[in-house]
């Protein structure tokens, strides 16, 4: 699910119902293609935070964010590049691995510093927390187990705080 | 970080001149009605009219209105309410208000409501819904109305606390007719309007605050004006491209000034008809897939195109890689996402058109203009060579309907508003009307809606009941809201209607004559059924038919002469007629397709 050429919209939104509807209205009526989406409320009680992770290669990231801001209830838009950013994401898996497989697949989830959450008699679920791209390498490597099911939380950004000055990083917001 | 874009707000600056917001005395909690709060904040945003249609759920709205100076004019279907709104909203630029209940009337808002949403026409449609707690349990006459409507609104609320009634009627009105104007859309439910609410009226801090993602910005970057001021200063052959946000920002005055002391000709798009004088000596007239040539050959030669307010619509471009090829843009638009969506302007200026003009305007000052005479020259060679033809009448035949275009022009009382439905009629009324002043034509652009016609031209009387309404319709765009004449006679609203009867779906034979080999289907209407006379005489309008070319002139001025009904004329006209000229679908603007007995290649000939 890892995009190379992606960058996320941190979008804050008001509080108000309706207002994701809206936002997935928009990108499905304009054909924009979203690799990932995370919504929680934000430090603000009255706004929500909704980070939209786009394939820049795919669409045009500029008509995205104007368009984004027609909307009344979005109040401030920041785009964030994974070099300007940091990124991280929650992936929780169940993985078939019965008695003998099951201290290979301990041993996996160490090395990722991930934890197990839960164990059943056939299967194990694993958690991990992490950049996606590590995410997406433990992914692969429980595979061959036999992954029974997996759920990933989609990913959130901040930007990064040295480089605040970057010039790549663009805080489009309206609020003033 | 950086800021991109800084704005700051301002509440106040409306683009119609409305009158001000009354104000209310401090006076102790009045308790009312959530019902009575919706009708009280309507009153309060000054709305004069009201079109609607009453039902179940927005039952308790119609009794308050009872009592209310506001006057409701009783629609017989809501897509009338809601295009009459509209056609009150392009005369008046103010917000027309639709009120209607919930459902299929709800549903029956979403035509007028997308096609206000494309020619950003302010509106303010109010739906009745299911009480709270039937929402949601497919109840009767339930739908998910802000659902429906949300892509096509500018925005649209659903009111779940009766409290928040005035708020949300302020914010829509707020919403509707500030930035780039828009429909906006109230949804209230039943038991909302029957609650008791305490009345509070919202400061203009209140709604400003309530709103803390919407902040249009109205002036231009003033490093932006400084560079268009120097291209436009430089530029030996440009064109102003108007577009209706000219219209919507009150911008005509500085349109002309801009025109004027630059000696700069101006193009007006079908949305922008009247917002630059077609009796001007500056006035391309309108550009585009049914443009005259000459609009759309400046267009194509330019080295600078000054759009305002106009959004490179595909009916204008033509084939947008080869639209324009060497014009550098200047393209000036309230809406941030209109620059660049189609084409990448040299010079982006977000911002309210007649402030930015007007910057523009003084930025002029310090800067000589280049010589244009020899651009003002090519462009009176392609006007003379090119000017908008027909065959001419031959005795015998059906009328030729630009010749009734031309006739109802000339015998129109000054000041006459034109209002036309989708479709050849429509651009032969944009052709052949001289359209001299601002405000005086309403038409659907953006979305192309047959029907719009009739209830826009009624909406249009009442906004303007001081002017005659003209509305030319096609026997096709007529039957689908021809019903609204039932109210325009029992609301004692007169507007005069020309159908250009040629029995067919007019320009979809066309296409098929130009592209499908002449394989007609169906498209013919029969000239007969309706018996349109018959029929606009049982909504209580004055009718006639006109079939012989004598006849129209007298026709025309007896129709001219009523004025206490609506009256009906049905013009027999020649279906073999097309709209020429004409650039076909996706192609370039370069391959306009001329009259037959015109000959193209006139650029060759000046030379």
Redesign the interface.
């Known amino acids: 699910m890892s995009v190379l050429n992606h960058q996320t919209l941190s979008v804050l939104?008001?509080n108000r119902?309706?207002v994701l509807?809206?936002i997935s209205?928009?990108f499905a009526?304009r054909g924009f293609n979203i690799i990932s989406l995370a919504v929680a409320p934000s430090d603000d009680a009255?706004f929500s935070r909704i980070n939209i992770v786009i394939d820049v290669e795919e669409t045009s990231v500029?008509?995205i964010t104007?368009?984004l801001?027609?909307?009344?209830?979005?109040?401030?838009i920041?785009e964030l590049l994974p070099s300007d950013s940091v990124e991280r994401e929650l992936l929780m898996a169940t993985v078939a691995a019965g008695p003998d497989q099951r201290g290979a697949v301990i041993e996996l989830v160490g090395v990722f510093e991930g934890k197990i959450v839960d164990v059943g008699a056939d299967a194990l679920t694993v958690m991990l927390a992490g950049e996606p791209d590590k995410l997406d390498d433990l992914e692969e490597l429980m595979r061959p187990y036999g992954i029974t099911e997996l759920q990933r939380t989609g990913r959130v950004a901040l930007?990064k705080l040295e480089r605040?000055?970057s010039?790549r990083?663009?805080?489009?917001?309206?609020?003033? | 970080?950086?800021?991109?874009?800084?704005?700051?707000a301002h509440l106040h600056v409306q683009h119609a001149p409305p009158p001000a917001v009354r104000r209310e005395s401090q006076r102790p909690p009045m308790k009312m009605t959530g019902a009575q709060a919706l009708i009280k904040s309507l009153e309060m945003e000054n709305v004069e009219v009201v079109f609607g249609l009453p039902g179940g759920c927005i039952l308790p709205a119609y009794d308050p209105i009872l009592d209310s100076p506001i006057r409701h004019i009783l629609v017989r279907h809501e897509q009338g309410a809601g295009h009459m709104a509209e056609g009150y909203a392009h005369v008046t630029g103010r917000p027309g208000v639709a009120l209607v209940t919930s459902g299929p009337a709800a549903t029956n808002l979403v035509t007028p409501l997308c096609d206000a949403y494309m020619d950003s026409v302010p509106m303010v449609a109010i739906t009745g819904q299911v009480s709270r707690p039937v929402i949601g349990t497919d109840g009767f006459q339930e739908c998910d109305t802000?659902?429906i409507t949300?892509?096509v609104t500018?925005?649209n609320e659903?009111i779940m606390d009766p409290n928040e009634i005035p708020l949300m009627v302020r914010q829509a009105f707020h919403?509707a007719t500030t930035g780039?104007p828009g429909p906006v859309l109230l949804d209230v439910p039943k038991d909302v309007l029957q609650a008791e609410v305490t009345w509070n009226w919202p400061t203009d801090d209140e709604v400003s605050s309530s709103?803390?993602?919407?902040?249009p910005n109205l002036k231009g970057h003033p490093k932006m004006i400084k560079e268009a001021a120097r291209l436009i200063s430089e530029a030996r052959k440009p064109v102003i491209y108007a577009g209706g946000g000219i219209l919507k920002s009150r911008a005509a005055d500085a349109l002309r000034e801009l025109a004027e002391r630059t000696g700069t000709p101006v193009v007006t798009t079908l949305m922008a008809r009247g917002a630059f004088p077609d009796d001007h000596p500056l006035c391309l007239g309108m550009p585009g897939m049914h443009g005259n040539y000459t609009a759309i050959t400046a267009m194509q030669k330019s080295d600078l195109l000054i759009a305002l307010g106009t959004r490179f619509d595909d009916r204008v471009t033509g084939k947008v890689a080869t639209f324009a090829p060497e014009a550098k843009i200047i393209h000036v638009d309230i809406?941030?996402?209109e620059?660049?969506?189609i084409r990448r302007p040299d010079v982006p200026i977000v911002g309210d058109c007649r402030q930015v003009i007007g910057e523009i305007v003084k930025a002029l000052e310090s800067h000589t203009q280049a010589d244009r005479n020899e651009w003002r020259s090519r462009i009176s060679g392609w006007q003379e060579l090119y000017p908008l033809h027909y065959d001419p009448h031959v005795d015998g035949d059906a009328l030729k309907p630009q010749q009734v275009m031309e006739v109802l022009r000339d015998l129109a009382p000054e000041g006459t508003i034109l209002a036309s439905g989708v479709g050849q009629h429509q651009m032969w009324a944009s052709q052949y009307w001289q359209f001299n002043e601002p405000y005086t034509w309403v038409n659907s652009g953006g979305l192309g809606t047959m029907g719009f016609c009739v209830p826009a031209a009624i909406g249009a009387k009442v906004g303007r009941p001081d002017r005659t309404v003209w509305a030319v319709d096609g026997d096709g765009c007529f039957q689908m809201t021809a019903q609204e004449l039932v109210t325009a006679s029992s609301e004692r609203i007169p507007v005069k209607v020309a159908i250009l009867n040629n029995a067919y779906l007019g320009m979809v034979r066309q296409w098929q004559e130009m592209f499908y080999e002449e394989r007609y289907s169906e498209v013919y209407l029969s000239p007969d059924l309706p018996d349109y006379v018959k029929w606009a005489e049982a909504m209580g309008c004055a009718a006639f038919r006109v079939e012989a070319a004598e006849e129209v002139e007298p026709v025309i001025a007896k129709a001219n002469a009523i004025d206490d009904r609506p009256v009906v004329i049905d013009f027999r006209t020649d279906s073999r007629e097309k709209v020429f000229p004409m650039v076909p679908a996706g192609a370039s603007n370069d391959d306009v397709v001329v009259h037959p007995s015109q000959k193209p290649g006139g650029e060759k000939l000046v030379q």
């Open positions: 939104v008001e119902s309706g509807a809206r209205g928009l009526r009255r500029e008509q104007k368009q801001f027609k909307l009344v209830n979005v109040v401030k920041t930007p605040q000055a010039p990083l663009r805080l489009t917001g309206k609020a003033s | 970080m950086r800021e991109v874009v800084s704005i700051s802000v659902g949300r892509s500018k925005h659903l919403l780039r709103l803390p993602g919407y902040k809406d941030p996402a620059l660049g969506k």
